[in-house]
């Protein structure tokens, strides 16, 4: 079924649940730098008008967590999920209240945001198929102890408003019917190649076709890889 907002059918957007002021703007402000195109929807239980009339379409109701809610930004046709909500607890039930609701044929992510790491493991039991985002990373911490100056690489490789950005997708259809073409070994080192000489582009990894968590960073040369493999590279726009 397809849902509207307003007088839209919407297919394949994006829709986040939550709204905390500067973050979810933020979100929203990143998201479209990426694709200008991209259709948001903005649920929140908050008694408040459109705060970002012109970026977003607006649902508002009684409980962020209430399906009925959930579903009129027709999430079951959503092509991307973001759980944004005011604290931990709401977090975890919004989360499996908009996993039941997805439409994995549909849906290419769903991503959680909490500021508890002991809730974003319960939120990655419920919800598996959900990527969970805890604020409070020890790693990170240490990491930027170690080595000086990795959190603003971090945040680098994070926003597309601030130099080369990491991205994450399949190899471009026509480029693979290309390399094929020619007789080109589908190798890590052969599509790192091609996409520094054609893009500018740094491929660092891949994720391994058919599980998500799956991700080799620094890969042999010579691994093989497959049509369906997605590549993470670092760039200053998508390919």
């Known amino acids: ?44 239980e908050k008694s408040i008008e459109n705060p970002m009339e012109d970026q977003v379409k607006f649902v508002r109701g009684n409980s962020l967590s209430d399906p ?32 039941t609701l997805v439409n994995r044929d549909y849906l290419n992510q769903m991503v959680v945001y909490t500021n508890s790491a002991n809730i974003s ?52 259809k026509y480029d693979l019917e290309d390399w094929i073409d020619r007789g080109g070994k589908l190798t890590f080192g052969y599509v790192q190649d091609k996409f520094k000489k054609k893009y500018n582009a740094m491929v660092i990894g891949l994720v391994v076709a058919g599980n998500r968590n799956n991700i080799i960073l620094n890969p042999d040369h010579d691994r093989a890889v497959d049509t369906n493999d997605k590549v993470v590279y670092i760039a200053n726009r998508r390919v």
């Open 1 to 44: 079924m397809v849902f509207l907002v307003g007088s839209y059918k919407l297919v394949e957007h994006t829709v986040i649940l939550g709204y905390q002021p500067e973050k979810t703007e933020e979100a929203v402000n990143l998201l479209l730098s990426d694709d200008p195109d991209l259709v948001i929807v903005l649920v929140t």
């Open 68 to 99: 009925e809610v959930i579903a009129r930004s027709a999430i079951d046709t959503a092509d991307k999920v973001l759980v944004m909500a005011g604290n931990d607890e709401q977090a975890m039930a919004v989360a499996i209240s908009a996993g």
């Open 121 to 172: 493991n319960l939120i990655m039991k419920a919800v598996p198929f959900a990527e969970v985002f805890s604020s409070t990373s020890v790693e990170q911490m240490v990491r930027a102890t170690q080595d000086p100056g990795s959190t603003a690489v971090l945040h680098m490789l994070t926003s597309h408003n601030d130099g080369p950005t990491q991205y994450i997708n399949h190899i471009p």
